[in-house]
């Protein structure tokens, strides 16, 4: 077996613990602490609020870095920091602890998530990259699905005081070793080829993922005077603000509908569960194969519909299919987010470039449950924010189109797709 899968699964694993105690663990954590140290809503949101926008923040510090050096030396860090802060959140008494425990974890999250899984990703996969990155983004989702309940569960059963501290240990016990024993920055230190394919045999390949355009080297000041960088931002920025405000008030609007605390959180396991089949089907099958862009249009239009469907058609039945056809383009928006960047300024760079982008996207996601808030305290009801949810959504088709490769590729490479016997240097490290 080649390698590369293993970096795969491994990456899986480390997201399915980390993201599914780190991100999805804020939202199962809002409703004790208010209860256990009687905080406002506002006050324990804003401890969510932080967490995106540090996160995010991390995201595109820590970026140009593992270019640099790789992602293994920044990953181990961050999931101390992660292990750390998730294990005192049970423990804290004063809100000025609580926003520390949450800035700690968004640092930890930066620096051993999301940025750092698709830099590494990148440098294994080329022709497969959508598939690699399809399986282990699953981890993500599943995440949400099997560890959230289990938290529930021991908070409900022990408190915070335990929960906290056990979801932490399971971090430490399947993630660090992940990280430590497992994961490999390039395969060139690994003696291998990109992809596991015959570096002899020549493949069919796009502009997009051809050596000089996936081995071309940009600095942040070339990159930001691209049309395609700023394409790539905006469109996500737009259409994430809208997708994260739709997700984070969900439970509270099928509640609203059908007056069922239990069928609205079940609305929650029907939409992961679309986000994973939809991905792993569109990683399989489609996104290694077509145009990007047009698969990305596609995902759009796909996600205002369902948000229009949902909000105009008042029956039980057409909103669970809606709101499942909605999960379709969850867990694809992200990965077509890290795919698209990649196709269009490759890997080389990947960390800076995606760094930046994963900045702006997570800030936004920020704001998009405060904005469908405020816009349903204002008129008294969903029907304006999730129309509001669609219209953003159909915006951010337009600049889509232009995030595309540069006209002009280098034809001298930094470095080759595959690998030659003599040793060379990966970032600091001789290979």
């Known amino acids: 077996m080649y390698y590369g899968w293993a970096i795969v699964f491994a990456c899986a694993g480390l997201l399915f613990v980390s993201v599914g105690v780190g991100y999805y663990g804020i939202a199962v954590y809002l409703g004790p602490l208010r209860e256990l140290h009687d905080w406002s809503n506002s006050d324990v949101s804003l401890a969510t609020g932080m967490y995106f926008v540090f996160s995010g923040i991390t995201s595109a510090l820590v970026g140009p870095l593992i270019d640099r050096h790789g992602a293994r030396m920044w990953m181990t860090p961050g999931l101390i920091l992660l292990i750390a802060a998730a294990a005192v959140i049970g423990h804290v008494t004063e809100l000025w602890q609580l926003y520390l425990a949450y800035i700690v974890m968004a640092l930890g999250s930066g620096m051993s998530a999301g940025v750092a899984v698709n830099a590494t990703l990148a440098r294994w996969f080329v022709h497969r ?19 959230s309940p289990v938290n529930g569960v021991l908070i409900e059963q022990f408190g915070l005081g335990v929960a906290t501290p056990a979801m932490a240990g399971l971090i430490l016990l399947v993630g660090l070793p992940i990280v430590v024993f497992v994961l490999v920055w390039d395969p060139r230190q690994m003696g291998l080829p990109q992809d596991g394919l015959d570096p002899v045999t020549p493949q069919r390949t796009s502009v997009a993922r051809s050596v000089a355009n996936q081995t071309r080297r940009w600095s942040i000041r070339s990159v930001t005077r691209t049309l395609s960088f700023w394409s790539i931002m905006v469109s996500f920025v737009i259409v994430l603000l809208a997708q994260t405000g739709f997700i984070l008030h969900q439970t509270a609007f099928v509640q609203e509908r059908v007056g069922s605390l239990t069928a609205a959180t079940t609305s929650l396991s029907i939409i992961a569960f679309g986000s994973i089949v939809a991905r792993l089907i569109v990683g399989r099958y489609f996104a290694d194969r077509v145009d990007l862009r047009i698969l990305t249009v596609i995902m759009f239009l796909v996600q205002g519909v369902a948000a229009l469907v949902v909000i105009q058609v008042d029956h039980i039945a057409v909103t669970y299919v809606a709101i499942l056809i909605f999960g379709f383009t969850i867990g694809n928006m992200y990965m077509l987010q890290s795919l698209l960047t990649s196709d269009v300024f490759g890997y080389v760079s990947f960390g800076a470039i995606y760094g930046l982008i994963a ?73």
């Open 359 to 431: 900045m702006a996207t997570q800030i936004s996601s920020g704001f998009g449950p405060l904005m469908i808030g405020a816009l349903e305290d204002l008129t008294g009801s969903y029907e304006a924010p999730l129309t509001l949810v669609a219209i953003l959504t159909f915006a951010a088709i337009i600049p889509v189109y232009f995030a595309k490769p540069p006209k002009s590729l280098l034809a001298r490479t930094v470095s080759p797709l595959v690998t030659r016997p003599a040793p060379q240097r990966v970032g600091h490290e001789r290979v």
């Open 129 to 147: 990259r959508a598939w690699a990155m399809a399986i282990s983004s699953t981890g993500v989702s599943l995440g949400g699905v099997v560890l």
